[in-house]
């Protein structure tokens, strides 16, 4: 899988402008050579420091149509794993239409150079400026901009770090293809019906979550030994007050009873899609998970940690987390989060987020999890097993249409259960995700009807036994 780029790194850039124009060139559109370094070459560009480094130079070439002429050479002893460039030709008048192409290099191995040509029929543009978003990997780009005339060079050079490198270097953690079995388990909030224990039985599912009801997870260690089993109680407060720290003491001391008299429970979850604001909250919450997973550890219990609602936590705020994972995984715990979209599942895959731009591999609902574990918790070294603890359609993650809930108002059964199988087979590229527990069996109150999947549990069981 090519690594796609997200987050920006920083820059060291020098600005060389010549009027000159080249009389040839051996590149072609959208058809990346191995050039001659004279062929482009305008005139000395003066010392290069002794910092490992890429150098992009560009070409801008008098006359209609507009050439554009890119090549990048990589001076590191480092191959670049995937070189993708999105050039942004816009005008000077944001009223005007921006104008744009692309161009996927591949690799690109230490000491060489390969070259673009961008065309414009409808160039050049008065006052254009050409805006270069570079990515070399995953997580790791560039913005450059030239606002040079036709008829100038421009040369930038940008560093490359060892942890940089070291970062390049490392294997996708999505798989080109599905692999293994079937990821699909089941949320449950009362265990009422016999088709759930049968789903149990009959599918051995990767996960099972209970909220409230939880004592007949015992029912389900005995039936599936292997499924996953994760617990959430009811937690009416969780407000941002007060020391995290004794926060945490406090709610797993007045639950360690119920903790404790539950051994069937694999691993127990905290609070309920928390509402992070700023980066103080993540800040507190991070603290606050910390203490709970080694307040748990002291009771011999292991927890997940997060639980985050669908959409959320933002870029901005998600690094603040980072020491709740990794006190998790000195004690062996796993994350959570839920993931819904609306109105398919695969609706917002290849969207961006905000500060984030982002490949098809990567969406802003289901498969958001992969944003954090590739752009932080792999450089990190942070990658823990995930447990998507809730997922689905949910037609209120759709801001300008509120007119439904659950599926049952958007689609029928077998588009559903499509759904379920197409967003199973994404999560089977993860090796780190455990399982997914479909939202929702069991629901006493009639609040979760539209989302009710108790009656396509038997279909469910044909999807992961045909995995």
Same mark, same amino acid.
């Given at each position: 899988m090519h690594?796609?780029?997200?987050?920006?790194?920083?820059?060291?850039?020098? /600005?060389?402008?010549?009027?000159?124009?080249?009389?040839?060139?051996?590149?072609?559109?959208?058809?990346?050579?191995?050039?001659?370094?004279?062929?482009?070459?305008?005139?000395?560009?003066?010392?290069?420091?002794?910092?490992?480094?890429?150098?992009?130079?560009?070409?801008?070439?008098?006359?209609?149509?507009?050439?554009?002429?890119?090549?990048?050479?990589?001076?590191?002893?480092?191959?670049?794993?995937?070189?993708?460039?999105?050039?942004?030709?816009?005008?000077?008048?944001?009223?005007?239409?921006?104008?744009?192409?692309?161009?996927?290099?591949?690799?690109?191995?230490?000491?060489?150079?390969?070259?673009?040509?961008?065309?414009?029929?409808?160039?050049?543009?008065?006052?254009?400026?050409?805006?270069?978003?570079?990515?070399?990997?995953?997580?790791?780009?560039?913005? /450059?901009?030239d606002c040079s005339t036709p008829g100038s060079t421009t040369v930038w050079q940008v560093a490359i770090t060892y942890d940089m490198a070291n970062y390049m270097q490392q294997e996708a953690l999505t798989l080109d293809e599905p692999t293994g079995v079937s990821k699909i388990? /089941?949320?449950?909030?009362?265990?009422?019906?016999?088709?759930?224990?049968?789903?149990?039985?009959?599918a051995q599912p990767s996960v099972v979550v209970a909220v409230g009801d939880i004592g007949w997870l015992a029912d389900v260690k005995a039936a599936s030994p292997d499924t996953i089993t994760l617990a959430r109680l009811a937690e009416s407060d969780q407000s941002y007050e007060g020391d995290p720290t004794e926060r945490a003491r406090e709610f797993v001391a007045q639950n360690a009873g119920i903790y404790l008299s539950h051994p069937a429970v694999d691993y127990w979850l905290g609070w309920n899609e928390p509402v992070i604001s700023s980066q103080s909250d993540m800040a507190w919450y991070a603290q606050f998970e910390s203490e709970r997973v080694i307040a748990m550890a002291e009771l011999g219990l292991k927890v997940a940690i997060g639980n985050f609602s669908v959409g959320v936590p933002e870029p901005a705020t998600f690094g603040q987390f980072l020491p709740a994972v990794e006190t998790a995984q000195s004690y062996d715990g796993i994350m959570a989060l839920h993931e819904y979209s609306a109105p398919d599942m695969w609706s917002g895959v290849g969207a961006g987020v905000p500060g984030l731009t982002l490949g098809s591999d990567y969406g802003s609902l289901t498969l958001r999890y992969r944003i954090w574990y590739d752009n932080y918790l792999q450089p990190a070294n942070l990658v823990i097993p995930l447990v998507i603890t809730e997922a689905g359609i949910d037609g209120g993650v759709l801001t300008e249409d509120l007119s439904f809930g659950g599926w049952k108002d958007a689609m029928t059964d077998y588009q559903y259960l499509e759904q379920l199988s197409w967003y199973d087979d994404e999560l089977r590229r993860d090796p780190y995700v455990l399982g997914m527990a479909v939202f929702n069996a069991g629901d006493d109150s009639g609040d979760w009807e539209s989302f009710d999947v108790t009656d396509l549990l038997s279909d469910m069981v044909s999807i992961i036994r045909s995995k």
């Open positions: 690594r796609r780029w997200t987050i920006l790194t920083s820059l060291c850039a020098v /600005l060389i402008i010549m009027g000159i124009t080249p009389t040839s060139v051996s590149a072609r559109v959208d058809d990346p050579l191995i050039i001659d370094p004279e062929v482009l070459y305008t005139g000395p560009i003066g010392e290069i420091p002794t910092d490992y480094a890429i150098i992009v130079q560009a070409t801008s070439l008098r006359g209609q149509p507009h050439h554009y002429i890119l090549t990048v050479t990589n001076t590191t002893p480092w191959s670049i794993p995937s070189l993708h460039v999105l050039d942004r030709y816009t005008p000077e008048y944001v009223t005007d239409e921006e104008l744009s192409q692309e161009w996927f290099a591949g690799a690109v191995e230490p000491d060489e150079s390969v070259s673009v040509c961008f065309t414009y029929t409808e160039g050049p543009l008065e006052g254009g400026c050409h805006q270069l978003e570079i990515s070399i990997a995953d997580g790791m780009s560039t913005i /450059l901009m388990g /089941l949320h449950v909030t009362r265990n009422n019906s016999p088709a759930i224990m049968d789903f149990v039985t009959e």
